[in-house]
T-cell receptor, first 110, second 114 residues
Framework: GEDVEQSLFLSVREGDSSVINCTYT??????LYWYKQEPGAGLQLLTY?????DMKQDQRLTVLLNKKDKHLSLRIADTQTGDSAIYFC??????????FGGGTRVLVKP | DTAVSQTPKYLVTQMGNDKSIKCEQN?????MYWYKQDSKKFLKIMFS???????INETVPNRFSPKSPDKAHLNLHINSLELGDSAVYFC?????????????FGPGTRLTVT
């Protein structure tokens, strides 16, 4: 079955690194995504990783994938106040369907 | 130059009414989606259309009926609105590009049923 889980909340100081974790259950997932949702806005695609990769880096963002444990993480380096938002991981299953986690609310404190 | 747009942004209506939400994308994508986000921010897919054909239809009450007049538009009509329909509804679109299927989301329509 498909189930994606995330921790609910993360508080981090400005300038520190944030690590947001996600676990998924569908071993047939081909792509995994990270989306960002700011208050009152839609979801913005941040990055994605193909299931045969272990790591992907994109500027301040680093995605790590442990396929054996079905664990995905997003690291944000040098976290800024503008990074405060809800972050969703999502897995792509059959039929282009995305299954989303419940979202992690990140609060960046000055 | 908005990529995925939705109207209206806010919709307040009474129980029992019928309402529609419109979605348009100018990205040239061939697949469009409707998602529902509840008050706890949980996001769940409702429908997906590919080239005007319904390809995903999750367990959604049949009061919800999507309509896709062309590849660039996917509208959502809701009959006999109930209190539990209050949520934010997001439209999204995607296109297979190099094997990936990134979905691009609209700004959302906040529906409040009183």
């Amino acid at each position: 079955g498909e189930d994606v889980e995330q921790s609910l909340f993360l508080s981090v100081r400005e300038g520190d690194s944030s690590v947001i974790n996600c676990t998924y259950t569908d071993s047939s997932s081909t792509y995994l995504y990270w989306y960002k949702q700011e208050p009152g806005a839609g979801l913005q695609l941040l990055t994605y990783i193909f299931s045969n990769m272990d790591m992907k880096q994109d500027q301040r963002l680093t995605v790590l994938l442990n396929k054996k444990d079905k664990h995905l993480s997003l690291r944000i380096a040098d976290t800024q106040t503008g990074d405060s938002a809800i972050y969703f991981c999502a897995e792509k299953a059959a039929g282009n369907k995305l299954t989303f986690g419940g979202g992690t609310r990140v609060l960046v404190k000055p | 130059d908005t990529a995925v747009s939705q109207t209206p942004k806010y919709l307040v209506t009474q129980m029992g009414n019928d309402k529609s939400i419109k979605c348009e994308q100018n990205l040239g994508h061939d697949t469009m989606y409707w998602y529902k986000q509840d008050s706890k921010k949980f996001l769940k897919i409702m429908f997906s259309y590919n080239n005007k054909e319904l390809i995903i239809n999750e367990t959604v009450p049949n009061r919800f009926s999507p309509k896709s007049p062309d590849k660039a538009h996917l509208n959502l009509h809701i009959n006999s609105l109930e209190l539990g329909d209050s949520a934010v509804y997001f439209c999204a679109s995607s296109q297979k590009t190099g094997g990936t299927y990134e979905q691009y989301f609209g700004p959302g329509t906040r529906l409040t049923v009183t």
